[in-house]
């Protein structure tokens, strides 16, 4: 709370604007990792560019690889005419940038959606060296949006739901920037219904930016929700710890379960 209540930090009016090069350091940013597309890096020395531009984008005609998938259930998560949408996730039939118009055809591959957020166009790319870890998208680790949702559970889990509604307001207020028809307030929600509420907002807000995973590990829902991509309660919440790690510390670090 302690950030909220220093005033430091702002929502950027227009959602779509943050993860442009524009929107980079905006007025929400708590936390960037800077990167640059003139650096000249390689797979062995990434030096000042990101691997993400071109992990997150399609296939085929559009150079990249295709990770981070969007998937059915993730867009129809959003409420109709939540504008969040349209700058996260590209669909078929959208223009993407100057790579050209995304086909199933053009990737080559079944994925019906694209990440938004990571893209970047072709005349973007760094001049000299390989392209491919020269991105210049910034990572935005903390977003103040992220903050503020974390107030809005926190305020609902200590008892004070009139907080948590608030909180969670300011958000969609900036996401459906003036638009009265869609993206209502909260105002009566209570109890799981609120609690539900916020969660939505988190995974429309930040979807794609990795926080995911480690939002339903912490809220105790990993073992449902991803119970059809083989999550396993008890091991899946950590990661295993290199064996290396183990011999070095002569046995003082032992293996995490499950692994």
């Known amino acids: 709370?302690?950030?909220?209540?220093?005033?430091?930090?702002?929502?950027?009016?227009?959602?779509?604007?943050?993860?442009?090069?524009?929107?980079?350091?905006?007025?929400?940013?708590?936390?960037?990792?800077?990167?640059?597309?003139?650096?000249?890096?390689?797979?062995?020395?990434q030096l000042e560019g990101t691997f993400t531009n071109v992990w997150q984008r399609a296939r085929g005609q559009f150079g990249g690889y295709g990770f981070n998938i969007p998937e059915q259930d993730f867009v129809d998560e959003f409420e109709?005419?939540?504008?969040?949408?349209a700058a996260t996730v590209f669909q078929v039939g959208d223009q993407m940038g100057d790579r050209g118009t995304f086909t199933l055809e053009a990737t080559g591959m079944p994925h019906a959606y694209?990440?938004?957020?990571?893209?970047?166009n072709a005349s973007d790319e760094a001049p000299f060296g390989d392209p491919n870890p020269n991105g210049y998208s910034n990572d935005r680790v903390i977003r103040y949006a992220d903050v503020l949702l974390f107030?809005?559970?926190?305020?609902?889990?200590?008892?004070?739901?009139?907080?948590?509604?608030?909180?969670?307001?300011i958000v969609r207020a900036?996401?459906?920037?003036?638009?009265?028809?869609?993206?209502?307030?909260?105002?009566?929600?209570?109890?799981?219904e609120l609690l539900d509420a916020i969660l939505h907002e988190r995974r429309v807000e930040l979807g794609l930016e990795?926080?995911?995973?480690?939002?339903?590990v912490r809220q105790?829902?990993?073992a449902d929700e991803l119970a059809d991509l083989g999550f396993t309660a008890g091991v899946n919440e950590v990661f295993p710890i290199p064996e290396v790690e183990i011999t070095l510390s002569g046995g003082l670090i032992t293996q995490n379960n499950g692994y």
Do not use: V
């Open 151 to 169: 107030g809005a559970e926190s305020a609902f889990y200590l008892g004070d739901e009139a907080l948590a509604r608030q909180l969670t307001n």
């Open 1 to 45: 709370m302690a950030i909220i209540q220093s005033q430091e930090y702002f929502l950027d009016p227009d959602y779509a604007n943050i993860f442009t090069e524009a929107g980079e350091n905006g007025p929400g940013s708590i936390w960037e990792i800077q990167y640059m597309n003139a650096s000249g890096g390689n797979w062995g020395n």
């Open 114 to 120: 694209y990440s938004k957020k990571f893209f970047i």
């Open 210 to 216: 990795g926080h995911r995973f480690f939002d339903l």
């Open 174 to 192: 900036r996401a459906r920037n003036n638009n009265s028809a869609i993206l209502p307030n909260l105002s009566s929600e209570t109890g799981q």
């Open 220 to 222: 105790g829902r990993a």
């Open 80 to 85: 109709d005419g939540d504008p969040r949408l």
